[in-house]
C-alpha cells in the first residue's frame, strides 16, 4: 500500500514538473516573439531610394524617340542630338544654328523647332542642337555674397567651356555650306553665346536672333548688356509681352547699354501673346522675316 501511494506521488511530482517546463518554455517563446514584434513595429521597413534619371540622357532618348532622322555630334566622349534639314529653295542663302535655353529641346512643340521647319522655305539651312542640360547648384545660394559670386564662377567657367566646345563643332559644320550663318537662340544660353562672341572664343556669326534672353544673376545680367552693346553684331532682341519674369530687367538693360553705345545694327522688338512664355508662330516668322529683309537678306 506504502509502495503504491510513494509511486502515485512521484508521477504526480513528474507531471507537475513537467507541466511547470512547458510553461516557462512557452512563456520564453511568446515573449520573444512579443519582443520581436515590438521591434519591427519600432522599425520601419527600409526604402530603398532610386537615383533619378539624369536629364540630359532623358533628353537624348526623348529625341530619339519622338524625332526623325536625328543625328549626332561628337564633343570629346559626350553625344549630343543634331537635327539638320536644307533649304527648299535653289539657292541656299546661309545656314540657322538653332540653339535653345537649357532647359528646352528641339521637340515638335517648341518655338525654335517652327524655325527649323519654316526657315528652309525662306532660302536657309537650319542646324538645331541639343543643349546642354543647366548647371548643377547655379545659381549658388550661399549666404556669403563673396562666396556665391565664387561658386557661380566656377560652375558658369566650366558650362562655357563646354558651350564653346560644342558650338564650335556645330559652326564648323555649318561653315562646310554656303551662305551667311545665322544663330537663334533663348534664355540664358543667348547670353553665353554673347560672351563667347565677345571674348573671341567663338567665331562670329554674320547676324544674331535672341528670344526671351535672359541671366539669373544681376552681375551676369550687366555683363550681358554691356557685351552685347559692344560688339558689332547684327542683333534682333525679341521678347513676350508676357514673358519669363527674368527677362524684363535683363531687357531693359540691354536696350539702355546699346543706346548709351551707340550699336547700330539692334533692334528690340516685342511680340503680343496670349500664354506665358509661349511665342506665336507666324508673329515670330514675321518679326524675324522683315528685320533679315531690313539688311538686305
Not at 514538473?17 to 517563446?29: D, I, K, N, W
Not at 522599425?43 to 524625332?67: G, S
Request: charged share 15%.
Amino acid at each position: 500500500m506504502t509502495n503504491n501511494l510513494q509511486a502515485r506521488f512521484i508521477n504526480v511530482n513528474s507531471f507537475s514538473m513537467t507541466l511547470c517546463f512547458l510553461s516557462l518554455l512557452l512563456f520564453v517563446c511568446f515573449s520573444a516573439l512579443a519582443q520581436q514584434e515590438s521591434n519591427s513595429a519600432s522599425q520601419p521597413n527600409e526604402v530603398k531610394l532610386v537615383p533619378a534619371p539624369d536629364y540630359f540622357e532623358q533628353q537624348q532618348k526623348d529625341i530619339k524617340h519622338y524625332l526623325t532622322k536625328v543625328s549626332e555630334v561628337l564633343v570629346g566622349t559626350q553625344s549630343y542630338a543634331l537635327l539638320a534639314q536644307k533649304s527648299n529653295t535653289p539657292i541656299n542663302k546661309g545656314v540657322v544654328i538653332l540653339l535653345p535655353d537649357w532647359h528646352d529641346f528641339i521637340s515638335p512643340s517648341q518655338h525654335l523647332a517652327y524655325l527649323a521647319k519654316t526657315m528652309p522655305d525662306m532660302g536657309y539651312s537650319t542646324l538645331s542642337i541639343q543643349p546642354l542640360a543647366m548647371p548643377d547648384g547655379y545659381p549658388s545660394t550661399a549666404l556669403e555674397a563673396q562666396t556665391r559670386e565664387s561658386e557661380n564662377k566656377a560652375v558658369i567657367d566650366d558650362y562655357l567651356q563646354q558651350l564653346q566646345a560644342l558650338m564650335t563643332r556645330v559652326i564648323e559644320q555649318a561653315q562646310k555650306q554656303q551662305g551667311a550663318i545665322l544663330i537663334v537662340s533663348a534664355g540664358n544660353n543667348a547670353g553665353f553665346l554673347t560672351r563667347l562672341f565677345s571674348e573671341s572664343k567663338l567665331p562670329q556669326p554674320q547676324a544674331f536672333i535672341m528670344l526671351s534672353a535672359y541671366q539669373l544673376t544681376p552681375e551676369n545680367n550687366q555683363q550681358f548688356a554691356r557685351q552685347l552693346s559692344e560688339n558689332d553684331i547684327p542683333t534682333l532682341d525679341l521678347f513676350l509681352k508676357h514673358d519669363n519674369q527674368n527677362v524684363a530687367h535683363s531687357m531693359l538693360l540691354r536696350k539702355q547699354e546699346s543706346t548709351r553705345n551707340l550699336k547700330v545694327e539692334y533692334r528690340q522688338y516685342q511680340i503680343n501673346n496670349f500664354e506665358t512664355g509661349y511665342y506665336p508662330n507666324k508673329a515670330l516668322l514675321g518679326a524675324i522675316r522683315g528685320w533679315l529683309a531690313s539688311l538686305g537678306w
